[in-house]
């Protein structure tokens, strides 16, 4: 028998064929998300073991010296084996076979799936912060695009079917708000996932009781998770992100949607850049949008995945290593996630608008007949239901005779007021042209959150705000967690090389 397979404790035989091809080597290939976080959570454990005085302080150096030699090996460089178990026991492994005696020190109060757990939550919490930063590139991008277009008419549509003239810029600002509720969202998983699961012994804490705060503390954690129990395994967590993942790629993937329609031959209002584009292998004529496409497929894929995790939540309390699952699925989504906003980001960004065929189809089509009906009402004191009503028949009449809602006379309204009245309206010509020309509608929507360019403009002020308040948060954020990091190395490093200093000095207690 291979003495790497030998069996361990309570055991009397090594994992089986089947175990180590199935289970064992899903959760190795999951290495590449919980390698640094594994890291870095040796490092702390045993730090805060020595200040507590558990671990005695030779044994301890000679144990920090295995792990730094481990934490500088790149991941690409480190060899998992499934036969020897998943990624922890690989990385347990290596330790023994640096610190043969010292290392037998690495398990003192403490699960495998503590050591999993936070490993995994660093990796949340990084791909959480890249998500967010990726989020906000994103949302600058529509904004830097609805600055340059917040005179651009164009019909907006509901049903896919001409509803009101509007600009392409209170249109693009339509898809920005979601992106800030997307942070708030995330910023709040962010504060969740940023609790150390760190300290709890198994399920009830340790009779050891070394201070859990110390072991958040070196990882940069805000706080511990106080219920040890608790801690031992979140199951609504993954629920959480991959809702919060799933929210902001269908938000994006609405605009995706869209755009996908509107750079077909027959729509012809946007035309996407080449690079976000591929041919037809077989059919010269077309440039199919591909990263739109890509888009659709991954909002599809991530709430399929979203279903899977609340399944995995759904368990006895006491069965925790169902989790195995999450530690490398929530990672990839968030992964793929970020890199489909930032594909999203340069479609947005390198699209081109057929600009005039926005206008024409603005004025030419039908759009106008909410302001129409709105004038009838106004101009003859009529209830909206009635002047709704006469609309209707009249442009039903435009539309027979194949004449655009701008050029609606008030003679084609009176003889739709006969037949819906009994009587004509004589509205004034010059009120009627105001209110049937789009660039003057739109100049009325001059409420919070219209197209007016005022309005316009005051929305992209308030975005910009808000996108700089949140760039500011993710700067400080991310910097305190690299700080903790590097000062939890340094420390780790002081330990294990100063032989000068009683250990006492060091003691954090």
């Known amino acids: 028998m291979n003495p790497q397979t030998q069996p361990d404790g309570r055991l009397k035989s090594a994992s089986a064929r089947e175990l180590i091809q199935s289970a064992n080597r899903l959760e190795v290939s ?17 730090i805060t073991m020595t200040e507590a005085g558990i671990i005695p302080y030779k044994a301890a150096q000679e144990l920090l010296s295995a792990l730094l030699t481990v934490h500088g090996i790149p991941f690409e460089e480190f060899s998992f084996s499934p036969e020897l178990g998943d990624a922890y026991k690989n990385r347990e492994h290596q330790v023994l076979k640096l610190a043969p005696e010292a290392g ?72 920005a708000y ?41 990882l940069g954690f805000d706080r511990p998770i106080t219920h040890t129990r608790d801690a031992m395994w979140q199951a609504d967590m993954p629920v959480e992100i991959m809702s919060c993942v799933v929210a902001s790629i269908l938000n994006i993937d609405r605009l995706g949607e ?23 292998v077989i059919m010269p004529q077309k440039k199919n949008p591909y990263s739109l496409a890509f888009v659709r497929g991954v909002a599809g894929t991530l709430t399929g995945q979203m279903v899977s995790m609340a399944n995995i939540g759904r368990t006895m309390s006491g069965q925790p290593d169902n989790r195995i699952f999450a530690y490398g699925d929530i990672p990839k989504a968030l992964e793929l996630a970020e890199q489909t906003v930032q594909l999203m980001s340069g ?20 759009s106008q007949a909410t302001d129409l009906a709105e004038v009838i009402m106004l101009e003859a004191n009529l209830p909206y239901l009635t002047a709704h009503k006469l609309t209707g028949v009249v442009i039903d009449d435009a539309t ?47 409420c919070l959150g219209g197209a007016a360019v005022s309005s316009t403009r005051a929305m992209i002020t308030d975005l910009r705000n808000a996108l700089e308040e949140n760039q ?27 032989d000068a200093l009683e250990p006492s000095h060091l003691f954090h207690h």
Request: charged share 20%; aromatic share 8%.
């Open 400 to 446: 027979q005779q194949k004449i655009p809602a701008i050029k609606i006379t008030s003679a084609m309204i009176d003889v739709a007021a006969n037949k819906v009245l009994g009587r004509t309206l004589n509205l004034d010509s010059k009120i009627l042209r105001h209110a049937l020309q789009p660039s003057e509608i739109v100049a009325t929507r001059t």
């Open 30 to 46: 999951y290495a590449a998300f919980l390698y640094e976080g594994f890291s870095l959570a040796d490092l702390a454990h045993v």
């Open 472 to 498: 500011s948060w993710l700067m400080q954020t991310e910097l305190r967690l690299q700080t903790s990091i590097k000062n939890l190395v340094r420390l780790a490093q002081a330990m294990n090389t100063d």
């Open 258 to 280: 869209d755009l996908q329609v509107w750079a077909t031959e027959e729509f012809n209002l946007v035309k996407l850049a080449d690079e976000y584009c591929r041919e037809s």
């Open 104 to 175: 037998g020190w690495l398990r003192t109060g403490r699960a495998r799936r503590e050591a999993s757990n936070i490993a995994y939550q660093i990796a949340i919490r990084q791909r959480l912060l890249a998500l967010m930063k990726a989020l906000g590139g994103y949302a600058e991008s529509l904004i830097s695009a609805a600055e340059q277009h917040t005179a651009t008419l164009m019909p907006d549509f509901t049903y896919m079917q001409q509803a009101q003239p509007t600009t392409f810029a209170h249109y693009l600002l339509s898809f």
């Open 347 to 366: 479609v947005v960004k390198t699209m081109t608008l057929n600009t005039h065929l926005m206008a024409e189809r603005a004025t030419g089509g039908y």
């Open 178 to 218: 979601p992106v800030l509720r997307d942070l708030e969202r995330i910023k709040a998983c962010f504060a969740r996932a940023n609790e150390c699961p760190g300290g709890i012994g198994s399920i009830n804490g340790s009779r050891l009781n070394f201070p859990r705060e110390r072991i958040a503390e070196l």
